[in-house]
């Protein structure tokens, strides 16, 4: 269950999170992959800027009650504790409010999540906490065992007093869960066919550190290291482009193409190794395409494969009304432009010859009638002169024939 918070209506001053949301549905391809990842995409559940924290504890105790094997929970949003004297986290949601009296009631209560996956009939519980003051979240600072199961792990992108990071250098996920899923998605160096979080936290830590981001930490209990959630793409050997993508690669279509090189792109950033050198490969064969359209989707395709850059949906650009470009057609659509091409001469000649009268002790309603007179022939002169030089329209369609 990956539940998150990327908007805040209750407190307007408070910035958004627009990496939360990317992070949700970002894990959620990378751990329910059909080839490589652990989970069923049917038993994901995703809750994004839901503002009653009792919808998100019924949701989550229905899932820790479904649940057998491993219970995967993700918390993602601002966070902070509830008071001074006590460790409690409180994360917020959209609706919460901070400058009220007990605006805890509107923030979701890392206590009563825990008591909730204590419950579970899941033999392994597995938390990961994205926030600021993640650390809180611990055994050791809580005071208390976890989880009363078989095995746990607890993983936090910063310390009890830490402050998480909103942005990963991709600019696409939070910086925490954006190194989480560069090692997911990619793999690691090694023999290792499967990955567990404890077997990916030391490069997680070294791979933050090294960017000068909070450290994170965890906790873990009994077997959990055991626990695998995803292949190690780095040994993936026998990965195929699916058949859908391949036949739009295919298409004699210019825009089934670039969709199929958009779909090709999205799994390039999702897998690593020998299954990454494919589509580069692929890709980097569809740079010469004739048409314009594939060419430019693949450039940015590459690049953001190259990056791990999700590229921006396609525009829908507004319609732009047909034009009928028939030059047969074009003196009748020009004939009424000499009449407002000349109207500005006509005005400049009514004020001038105004002006001139009034100077000349003309009486100003006087010189005001006479000066219209005088640039309305002004006009009717320039107008006809106009129409004089315009050359004669030829013969339609239906004159010829």
Partial sequence: MLIGTSTYTGMPGTATLPGVRNNISDLINVLADPVNGGFSRDNCISLIDEPDPEVIL???????????????????????????????????????????RRWWRDALSYNDTRQVLRESRARNTIV??????AG???PEVLGTDLFDVGGAYTLAA???NGRASAKHWSRQNTAFTGVLLQFLSEGVAGPDPLLSLPRIYPLLRAELTAHEYPVPHQHQTNEIEQIAIVRNRSQVTDWTVPKEIAEGL????????REAVAALGALGRGVGGVARDQVRTILTGMVADDSNLVRDEVRHVLDAVENGVARPAHPVWPRVPEVDLDPRIWPERTRSR???CWLPVGVVAWVAAALFLW????IIWQAAIAGLAIGVLGWLAAFAGARLAEPAAGPTQGEEE
């Fill in 158 to 160: 910063v310390g009890p």
């Fill in 128 to 133: 990961i906490v994205d926030t600021c003051f």
């Fill in 250 to 257: 295919n298409s004699l279509i210019p825009t089934v193409r």
């Fill in 136 to 138: 809180r979240v611990l």
């Fill in 338 to 340: 000499p009449a407002r």
């Fill in 58 to 100: 019924q949701k989550l105790d229905e899932a820790a009650e479904q649940a057998q094997d491993v219970l995967l929970v993700y918390l993602a949003a601002h966070a902070t504790p509830k008071d001074n004297v006590s460790n409690e986290l409180a994360i917020l949601l959209s609706g919460t409010d901070t400058t009220k």
């Fill in 359 to 362: 100077w000349r002790d003309w």
